[in-house]
């Protein structure tokens, strides 16, 4: 497996407004724009940080993965992501080693990436998303 880079560390928040506040005004960053992931029930938000990111996660419904993780530990770091190079080589590798996937196929994220998570218990405590874009 080939980690290229830290993509982005995602941010838990309850409102992408409300957390702009502190990444733009505050710490300078400039806000790259939104998107909503369907599929996930979540809207990001992009503040690049030189080759990486910082992405906010606000839930668009009560049953989100985002909305769960705000109701147990409220705002926060939720992931690291790493950019790879082939998703697909990267996860047979993982799983052949015997760590724990919670998903095992990659699926569409936002800007198109090809994402997985690797299960926090797998990775003491540190939910890990592993994404390749084009």
Aim: include cysteine; glycine fraction near 12%; proline fraction near 4%.
């Amino acid at each position: 497996m080939k980690i290229l880079k830290i993509d982005h560390l995602g941010i838990a928040v309850n409102s992408i407004d409300e957390g702009k506040t502190f990444w733009s005004d505050i710490m300078g960053l400039d806000f790259a724009g939104s998107e909503t992931v369907t599929e996930q029930k979540v809207t990001t938000g992009f503040f690049p940080v030189g080759a990486s990111e910082v992405e906010l996660l606000e839930s668009t419904a009560p049953d989100g993965p985002i909305a769960k993780y705000l109701g147990k530990k409220g705002p926060g770091i939720q992931h690291v992501a790493f950019q790879v190079e082939n998703i697909e080589d990267a996860l047979a590798e993982l799983k052949a080693k015997g760590v724990l996937l919670i998903d095992e196929k990659p699926r569409i994220g936002a800007g198109g990436a090809k994402i997985a998570f690797l299960h926090p218990k797998a990775t003491y405590g540190v939910l890990v998303e592993l994404c390749e874009r084009s």
